[in-house]
């Protein structure tokens, strides 16, 4: 069916105030835009390093031609002019009740019936790893992509952090800094397809999710994939908030922090600086 007008139109208007900001910021290098599945919708599951991250994801979605739709929180389609807009773009609400839940996966299967993108931050919020790497996953993209059988495409992006570090007060733009994006193939959850939606089968398939996007940002990284995945609750780190490390300052002194997510973590070729 594809993106209705009125959905296009306004994506059109917001692209035109959004990219060139973010051209001005940083350097673009994408890599791997022809791993995206085309004439189908999809579930897009990047790591999540800095607040801009869903404009950075957006932006490189919309540039290869897939309108983006967030998972976001209920509360935001409230919000005078942010709610209309939401609505317009057919972002998704997430809600906590049995109801609510029902309506957004009823939502999110409209979208990918029309062809679009839903991305889903499966770590729920900003990675509390020390070193930056993609944390114990939440199972809502995994459950997600069992109810509908869409294809789940990993997204390893780096550098916007160095833009916006995590729960900054300020941007960084000088020197300049490029934003690094690199698509992976689609991840193989078919040996999941007929199981029953246990907990162990929603957390083994996000297990595999969450490997494949460290797997593409230890290569953008250019270093080795940790030996152990970090752990949250392992740590006794709070789920959500700011102050989530117990009085313990990463390296260089800057707190971590959350953007804030729901419990299972729905948040809601090269070509170097690709398109505009």
Not at 29 to 50: F, Y
Not at 127 to 139: A, C, F, L, N
Not at 184 to 204: C, E, K, N, Y
Not at 221 to 239: L, N, S, T, Y
């Amino acid at each position: 069916m594809g993106e209705p007008r009125g959905s296009r139109a306004m994506f059109t208007f917001l692209a035109s105030w959004v990219r060139p900001v973010m051209n001005a910021m940083m350097a673009k290098e994408w890599r791997g835009q022809e791993r995206l599945p085309r004439g189908t919708g999809m579930i897009v599951c990047p790591n999540h390093v800095t607040e801009i991250d869903p404009v950075v994801v957006g932006h490189f979605l919309y540039n290869q031609g897939v309108m983006p739709h967030f998972m976001a929180k209920a509360s935001l389609f409230s919000v005078p002019v942010i709610g209309s807009i939401l609505r317009v773009i057919r972002q998704v609400p997430v809600e906590r009740s049995t109801s609510g839940a029902n309506r957004s996966l009823e939502a999110a299967r409209d979208v990918l019936a029309d062809g679009g993108g839903i991305i889903i931050y499966p770590e729920g919020t900003l990675t509390r790893d020390p070193g930056m790497w993609p944390m114990k996953g939440r199972t809502g993209a995994a459950r997600l992509a069992l109810q509908t059988g869409a294809p789940v495409v990993p997204i390893a992006q780096w550098g916007a952090h160095e833009v916006f570090p995590r729960y900054a007060k300020r941007f960084h733009l000088v020197p300049r800094k490029t934003s690094r994006v690199l698509v992976g193939d689609p991840v193989d959850l078919s040996d999941f397809r007929d199981a029953p939606l246990t907990r162990a089968t929603l957390d083994a398939a996000t297990d595999r999710i969450i490997d494949a996007i460290t797997e593409l940002l230890a290569e953008l990284r250019g270093e080795p994939v940790p030996a152990e995945r970090w752990d949250p609750a392992a740590k006794q780190q709070k789920p959500t908030g700011r102050d989530f490390q117990s009085g313990d300052h990463e390296p260089g002194g800057t707190p971590d922090g959350t953007t804030g997510g729901t419990p299972d973590g729905m948040t809601g070729g090269t070509t170097k600086g690709n398109g505009s």
